[in-house]
């Protein structure tokens, strides 16, 4: 049986990882604290994923690694991101393993329209998006096998996303909701399963190996309308949205360091935001979930 190294048991390891073992295949799942989804198949491993000695070694036989590993906090990305990034290029030459990246939209930077395919060029100007393009080069430029595949902002069952970090606690209390963005531009939101299994479909097929494909979503919507979908679905009236003025989190940056990683990246949600994955779809026949079955399971 061959076996699957999974980096991070965040919202996508958990779910790669999970998908693995529900179809027979047999999983290492390393984070600092051994976490992860428990089943007969899963072996969870308490070790530093930074550490490329150490990960090569928990890599012996592996037929692919999945890095997902991402810090929740902006201000640690420069830090934290590339030994992870090193440590699983070097794992997967080793190994001769396929290695197969959680991307994000980061990487292109503001699009005319707003509008991104898997042939976007890369032209970030952020440090984040920057870091982003900087990683996926290290690992095509390292001689091995791997695809980077790319979603846009999470939604679905144990995603870190905009429900639990904003809606929630306002759906659960019936106070106004802050938001930084415009309410009524269309964005792109990815269902956290649907990335998951593209990183499993994708691994598996040479057809993927050498370049970036996208994640098939659900149609775009707007903050106001996924609002009313979540209210929806919790059964509770729709919570009042109240849009923070642009400036505001720029201002706040000058003496918050969060502030300022977040308002670096604050042109995905004041100008349409719309991910295209018609090739990806085509080419492996992939498809999204439906919006509403995310949220219906994110908000139960």
């Known amino acids: 049986m061959a076996l699957h190294v999974v980096i991070g048991a965040g919202s996508i390891g958990t779910n790669v990882a999970r998908l693995l073992a529900e179809r027979g295949e047999s999983v290492r799942i390393v984070t600092r604290g051994g976490s992860g989804p428990e089943h007969p198949l899963v072996d969870r491993v308490a070790a530093d994923a930074s550490d490329p000695v150490r990960l090569t070694e928990l890599s012996r036989g592996a037929q692919a690694i999945y890095h997902c590993a991402n810090p929740p906090s902006y201000t640690t990305w420069e830090r934290l991101l590339p030994p992870l990034q ?10 001769d393993a396929v290695l197969a990246l959680t991307g994000s939209m980061y990487a292109y930077g503001p699009q005319p329209g707003g509008r991104m395919d898997e042939h976007t060029p890369m032209a970030a100007t952020g440090r984040k998006g920057r870091l982003r393009r900087r990683m996926w080069e290290q690992a095509l430029a390292a001689g091995i096998r791997t695809v980077e595949v790319r979603g846009s902002d999470y939604v679905g069952k144990g995603a870190n996303g905009i429900y639990p970090l904003l809606l929630q606690p306002a759906l659960a209390k019936g106070r106004a909701a802050w938001i930084t963005g415009h309410l009524d531009v269309p964005h792109t939101f990815t269902v956290n399963v649907d990335m998951a299994q593209a990183l499993v479909a994708l691994a598996r097929d040479e057809r993927a190996w050498g370049r970036a494909w996208h994640v098939p979503s659900p149609p775009a919507v707007t903050i106001r309308e996924l609002a009313r979908r979540y209210a929806a679905a919790a059964g509770v009236p729709p919570v009042r949205l109240i849009s923070l003025p642009r400036f505001a ?8 360091p969060m502030a300022r990683e977040v308002a670096e990246m604050d042109y995905q949600w004041y100008a349409p935001f719309h991910v295209d994955a018609a090739e ?21």
């Open 86 to 95: 090193t440590a699983a290029v070097a794992a997967a030459g080793a190994n």
């Open 280 to 300: 990806t779809a085509g080419t492996f026949g992939l498809t999204a979930t439906d919006l509403d079955t995310a949220v219906r399971d994110e908000v139960s």
């Open 249 to 256: 989190m720029r201002a706040a940056g000058l003496v918050v």
